[in-house]
């Protein structure tokens, strides 16, 4: 099993400060999307390694795009509603620091 | 071996008109991206499984959506410069079809 | 003046529990962003009125949509920081209301 | 009259390889959507001078991001049939410049 996940550059360490995590009420839920998100990239190599018609693979790949940004926003909400909010609640440096991290993500999600 | 692919709605089967796909000259590279695409979902879904820290999955996933749209841009400009075209100069209805196609593939990527 | 926003279907008369916009603290900051915003659009009429070249439209849009985007993201946070950590500190359904609106904010720009 | 444009680093003065653009046949309906879009921003501006509601103007700003790629995908289709496809058909240099052009163009429009 290899992945290829991006390095970490920077550590994010959160575990202290974050310890069960937001999503993890709904893990059953969120193992069932990103196991057809991972069919999905498995299809989409199929169709290219089949060299099936371009505008399918193209279909495809927007269908997965979509599954990652609905799969995104999950996390995302859950995210604020726990982590956020509660190092908000707690207040000082922890709560910024939380708050600059969820919109730095954000960010990055609306512009990828 | 299981995909997650959407149910094709429509037949495309372009076979007929555009018997050699653009991007076969390039499939080496193309499948070596798609199986770097593949490693990513499953890192992704290891992620979860092994309940790591929200903000780290939320950059994995937007690098994947990088990847993917890359993917498209490259499946799309080769396309162009074979299908499309193609049909373009030979004109008629095949012309006018395939540009519908592109067209329409173009803003599924744009909207995704 | 005649501007041409979209409808507002549901009244989100918010004023009574959100009494301080985050983003006044930069007021002035946002006015300058938004002027130059109204002018990038000035400009892409003046360039259709103009029949300037195609490409050159589309990479003035491109602009404009980063623009755009930097903006949300810029009002979002101040919005998290302010109306959304306070509603959640005093909890119950104010605070609930605030997340779940701002996460549908979130999703709309990512899908936008 | 003041507009905000980019500066534009390369020259695109491509006149003379595309003297008719091919949005003009429909310039009136284009006239028509920037203006729209060019009010857009303008409500945009007045809202935030107004101090409205954080989420009503990131609602306003995502309808106006949904309004500017309809139109950057409707100019896009016509350039890629005029343009790109006489281009194509009298090959050589020309055809590649200009399918290079788009594709390069159509990436801006998919990572904005």
């Known amino acids: 099993m290899n992945d290829s996940l991006l390095p970490v ?18 893990k059953k839920k969120y193992l069932a999307r990103v196991k057809r998100i991972e069919g999905q990239a498995r299809g989409i190599h199929r169709m290219v390694d089949e060299e099936q018609y371009c505008i399918d693979i193209l279909t495809q790949i927007a269908a997965l795009t979509s599954a990652l940004e609905g799969l995104a926003l999950g996390l995302l909400d859950d995210h604020l509603r726990h982590c956020v909010v509660d190092a908000a609640k707690s207040g000082g440096e922890e709560g910024e620091a939380k708050l600059a991290e969820a919109s730095a993500a954000i960010a990055r999600l609306v512009r990828s």
């Open 9 to 26: 550059t920077e550590t994010t360490d959160d575990s202290g400060s974050c310890h069960t995590h937001g999503y993890l009420g709904d």
